[in-house]
Structure formats: structure tokens, C-alpha cells
């Protein structure tokens, strides 16, 4: 039997967290005066705290306190902390569970490799952290995407060659991440922006069991 390890990005992969993290940053820009856009939210994505609120007080022509800098970031995860408390399994995307299951059902080795930190609660919240075996978070790394790190890390601890690994990640750092760890990277989203991994699906509906096993027999 062949058994690879499929590796999980959890935001915009499994729960779309993403609407959480904009409305607390916009809350954080709002609260000292700075207009925040989703197009601008989208420069924020897979970017550090710190880098991030750099950028919104650029944006702003803002400058503040290193007291105020380090209670703002504080402040936006305590607000981001009280929209994930709220969420249940209603919130995991379509069809990520049947995907699960079937990689479960044929003793397959599922991680997940994600920057969060809060990647575990979440994953009790919406009733899934034990289908992993391994779970690679932001408390585990020191080398943000695209470094492969993350995703090497959750190879080691599945005892899986780099090459017999699959990753679903929705962030282009993320796909080149995957793809410097020579592992098979699945883009789920849109093909323009993620058009340098191996395969690219909408989401999860598009990708039938037939497609898993392929992955597998390989």
C-alpha cells in the first residue's frame, strides 16, 4: 500500500478565518483613524502581525509609541480571539471533510502546516483536530512561508519523504513553499494568482476521490 502525507494549510484551506482577521484589523485601522479595504486586506495575507500593522500605519501616515505599537497588536488579537471563539463546525469550506475521510479511510498521513498560532483552537472548535495526526503551527517555526519550513517540519514528524508529500495551501507563499520542498502542491483557488502549482481547484468540490487516489498510486 502506498502512503503519502498530505500537509494542510488551515486559512482559506479548511475554515475561512481570512473574514476574521479583516474585521480585526479593521476595527485596530478605524479605532486610530485609518480607512482599511479588502484589497488592502489581501497585501496582508500570510504577512506577519507586526509586518502587517507596519503597513497599515503607512498606509495611514501614521506614526505611534512603541507602548501603543505593542498594545494595538494585543488589541487585534483579542478582537480576532473573540470571532473564532464563536466558530463550530458550520465554518469548515465544502467538501474539506469527505476529503479527510477519505485520506483517513485509505491509512493515508495527514498534517497540518499553517503560520497560525491559534491553528489548534481552531481546529477544536470546528471539531476536526483529530483527524490529524500532526499538527505544524505558528508556535513551531521560525521561517515564514514561502521558506519551506513549516511543511518540511510535518514530513519529519509523519515520517514521509518531501516528495511523497501533497500540500493544499490558498497563498502563493504557501504554493512556493511547497514547491521548494519538492512536494506535490495543490492551489485551491483562483488559477491566476496560483498558477505555479501543480494542480489548481476552486475548492474542494472540484477534487473528486479518483483525483486522491491518483495522488496515492503514484
Given at each position: ?11 482559506g484551506?479548511i475554515?475561512?478565518?481570512?473574514k ?21 486586506n ?45 466558530m463550530?463546525a ?53 521561517k ?13 514528524l ?61
Amino acid at each position: 500500500m502506498n502512503k503519502k502525507g498530505f500537509i494542510f494549510d488551515l486559512d482559506g484551506v479548511i475554515v475561512d478565518t481570512a473574514k476574521y482577521h479583516f474585521l480585526a484589523w479593521k476595527n485596530l485601522a478605524n479605532s486610530i483613524g485609518i480607512d482599511f479595504t479588502h484589497e488592502q486586506n489581501e497585501q496582508l495575507k500570510g504577512v506577519s502581525r507586526i509586518k502587517s500593522l507596519e503597513k497599515i500605519l503607512a498606509w495611514g501616515n501614521k506614526t505611534i509609541s512603541d507602548t501603543e505599537f505593542q498594545q494595538l497588536m494585543h488589541d487585534k488579537n483579542e478582537d480576532y480571539l473573540q470571532y473564532i471563539n464563536k466558530m463550530d463546525a458550520s465554518e469548515i469550506l465544502p467538501d474539506v471533510s469527505r476529503v479527510l475521510d477519505f485520506l483517513i479511510e485509505g491509512n493515508q498521513a495527514i498534517a497540518l502546516g499553517s503560520a497560525s498560532k491559534n491553528a489548534r483552537p481552531i481546529l477544536e472548535k470546528v471539531d476536526l483536530l483529530s483527524k490529524f495526526e500532526e499538527i505544524v503551527d505558528g508556535n513551531d517555526v521560525t521561517k515564514a512561508k514561502p521558506d519551506p519550513e513549516v511543511f518540511l517540519i510535518g514530513a519529519k514528524l509523519l515520517n514521509i519523504n518531501p516528495e511523497d508529500c501533497i500540500v493544499f495551501e490558498d497563498s502563493v507563499a504557501g504554493i512556493e513553499a511547497a514547491n521548494v520542498a519538492n512536494m506535490i502542491s495543490i492551489g485551491i483557488g483562483s488559477k491566476n494568482v496560483l498558477g505555479h502549482a501543480n494542480h489548481v481547484f476552486k475548492d474542494f468540490t472540484e477534487i473528486s476521490n479518483e483525483f486522491l487516489q491518483s495522488l496515492i498510486d503514484k
